[in-house]
């Protein structure tokens, strides 16, 4: 049994420097017109992981770089992924009531809104990435570069491709290249797209760059075929949200696919692949490769 | 009578242009997953007036650059304001079924895909604002401008914020302060940055950056009152929507506030104000003056 007690003080450090970024970039809940502020702040602060800023963190010092002076991207990227989680939860997409142990954004808020809580974060992200201000840390055409790589992750050719397709398949026995469009568009796009930004904000080499964008694919899928299988394999005390969802949506996923210990076999390759992608980082990305594991060992 | 043939050919000219970015930027109908792109293209081509894309491109030839090579910004702000129709057009918010004469987004493919539709317009509008392809025209730093103000004027302090007023101020009586939020938000921000997105791309100094704000502002406002007047004057075969929305909604208008003789009084005075802006730019902004009385002028 690995010792994930570094890895997880490490992570720790990294997921405060977010939650700081992501109360510098928000609007306070006061702001007017608060309605929207308020339902913005209680979906980015409900308690996520942060497994994608922390990535764009992780990326800029891996080539190089501080911290503090990305966090700016690390909160855009974030609100990317708390924008598509409202937006999943409403009763037009995948109607759930609870998220993180909590009420939906739409439960709590109602419909209307969501989707403009949603909508503002969405373009929150976008504004704080090109913020004139970080000029000073970074170079314009980094940024534009940086930026462009996040709204291709998240656009239809990316996320948002995946998640029409998911919901398209629900319902139906669907292939297993086109699970794996969804898992791939989903998933892992935005994590690729989170360690990229970090490695391109920091000047990576184009070895470097393509080292991290093959970890982020095979961590993001292995990630999702993970959460494939803690659907049913969870608790709703574990989870903080309800379980046996896709069962009920009669959704195809790994398990249903491949079986239980198939799908877990296909993670753990995909683990051991995104370790040795990092080799040219030597004992420098160690912290990825603790990750690695770790997201394969997670229950929660 | 004035004659406004000669605007409505200039106008037209800067359409086309509008139409032939559209068509670069936008992802062909066929682009997998077809789903979603062609619930995109189906509302961006429905043929709206494109008032603010052509609004980029006269700021920018104003302010002493080529129509061109700033297209790909006026393409990405008729992809927000698009978004911004569709989601408002959801039955969680206004619940219209048509627009522009036809079926709306969510009618005709379904609110999931309409909601991922418009997520994925406002996405590849920052995309295409970003695009590292236009630093061979544009200089980084000014396209890092441009964006962030598309960014604030589009987000939760812009157009969602007064969307939000908006929703709230239904069904009941609101005062003329929070009326003019909402109409200065929804509309006036988006008019204004359109204008300004060209005059930062174009390197305006901070007179010409000014004037254009202030004739944005008055003329974004007027721009709405004769909506409001419309809504209650026109027809459905005139406006291509149904008409006295507001009414059936007991939404709150400048004629319902002020009367329509003095609403109709309100919007001249604004657009005297616009005209007058723009002094500085003498016989170069006739259009612009031309443009401000055909707002006034216009039954559609």
Sequence with gaps: MQNYQPLKQYLADKRMLVEQALEQYLPQADTFPPLIHESMRYSVFAGGKRLRPVMVLMAAELCGKDNNSVAFAAAAVEMVHTYSLI?????????????????????????????????ALLTLAFQTMVDPQHCASWSPAAMLRATYELGSAAGSLGMLGGQVMDMQAERRQISPSELEYIHRHKTAKMIMASLRIGAILADANQAQLAALTTYGEKVGLAFQIV????????????LGKNIKRDLKKQKSTYPSLYGISESKAMANNLINDAKISLQIFG??????????????????
Tied chains: 1, 2.
């Design 227 to 238: 959460d494939d299988i803690l659907d049913l394999e969870g608790t709703t005390e574990e």
């Design 283 to 300: 004992e420098q990305a160690r912290y990825f490769v603790q990750l690695a594991d770790y997201i394969i060992a997670r229950t929660h």
């Design 87 to 119: 937006h999943d939860d409403l009763p037009a997409m995948d109607n759930d009531d609870l998220r993180r142990g909590m009420p939906t954004n739409h439960k709590k808020f109602g419909e209307d809104t969501a989707i403009l809580a949603g909508d």
